[in-house]
């Protein structure tokens, strides 16, 4: 009875050990003997109990590695502290196994050394707009080496590139400098703006002006040109309208009595205006003129039917 329950203990524990259950995204190598046999990837796995054995379990996920800070001379023999992070995945769990005792040491040590050769090329200025081109070189050199190791380095970033501090104010310094002549410049070229803004506003009010003038200067042109044909064109009028009036029964001589009328009037109005006595040179004329306006005056009947 105890022999039965020794070889069912037995039985047991050859099962179980028998029996290896890998987990998703996982690989175990396998040993037979101390060689390796195989490995064993994500599932139920049957290996030989106590011949077999489980000497390494890789990870295949995605793993992100934190690389130290270290200082880097540019190739301006300026000192850079540079810090990063790259992420790395096992792709061959035999080479993982059995190319390097430690490869995550060694991608470490590695990633070190290529980012300070990659840096030691560049100047500082070209550090922090070369970020890219910098992961690049890294991520290259690093997958060629990490052939041999079962691992593929996806990508490689760096956090923070710090200058020293005395390179960081004379840097923030420059940065003051651009940013203030940038202000001056575009102030300035506000100023150039406002000025032709002004004197072309000055000039189209100029024009504005000019031509508001000019215009008002043929309105008024136009103006008295009408003005002057209407007074020639009524003047006219007046004198065909005198004109045949005087043909008519008696115009002769109501136009000899205007004429002597007005004579009189205007040696009156010298004589009352002027202190000098004024006397006509033609005494007769005058005689003769007021005589034919009272005669006229006298007969207004026979004026009328002459």
């Known amino acids: 009875m105890e022999i039965a329950i020794v070889l069912l203990f037995i039985a047991i524990v050859f099962i179980v050990k028998s029996v290896q259950v890998v987990p998703q995204q996982s690989a175990w190598v396998l040993e037979r003997l101390g060689k390796y046999h195989g490995t064993l990837t994500a599932g139920l796995n049957v290996v030989l109990p106590f011949i077999d054995k489980v000497s390494y379990k890789h990870s295949l996920k995605e793993v992100p590695l934190d690389v130290p800070s270290q200082v880097c001379i540019t190739k301006d ?29 060694a991608i470490t040590q590695l990633a070190q050394t290529t980012l300070r050769s990659v840096v030691g090329k560049m100047e500082l200025d070209k550090t922090f707009e070369e970020r890219d081109a910098i992961n690049a070189a890294v991520v290259s050199a690093l997958d060629e080496a990490a052939q041999n190791w079962g691992v593929k380095v996806l990508r490689y970033e760096i956090k923070d590139l710090t200058p020293p501090a005395e390179i960081l104010r004379s840097m923030q310094q420059q940065i003051t400098a651009e940013r203030d002549k940038r202000a001056r410049i575009a102030e300035s070229e506000g100023r150039k703006l406002e000025q032709i803004n002004l004197a072309t506003g000055e000039r189209e009010a100029f024009i504005a002006k000019s031509e508001g003038e000019r215009q008002a200067e043929i309105n008024k042109a136009e103006g008295q040109a009408a003005a002057i044909g209407a007074v020639a064109d009524a003047t006219a009028e007046a004198i065909r309208k005198i004109a045949a009036a005087i043909q008519q029964p008696g115009g002769q001589d109501a136009v000899n009595l205007k004429v002597a009328e007005k004579a009189v009037e205007a040696y009156a109005e010298l004589a009352r205006t002027n202190n000098t006595m004024i006397v006509p040179g033609n005494m007769s004329e005058v005689a003769g003129l007021i005589g034919t306006a009272m005669t006229l005056l006298r007969t207004p009947g026979d004026v009328k039917t002459r």
């Open 77 to 105: 023999n300026t000192q850079l502290t540079v810090d990063g992070i790259l992420y790395f995945q096992v792709t061959d769990a035999m080479r993982a196994s059995y190319g390097s005792s430690n490869y995550i040491s």
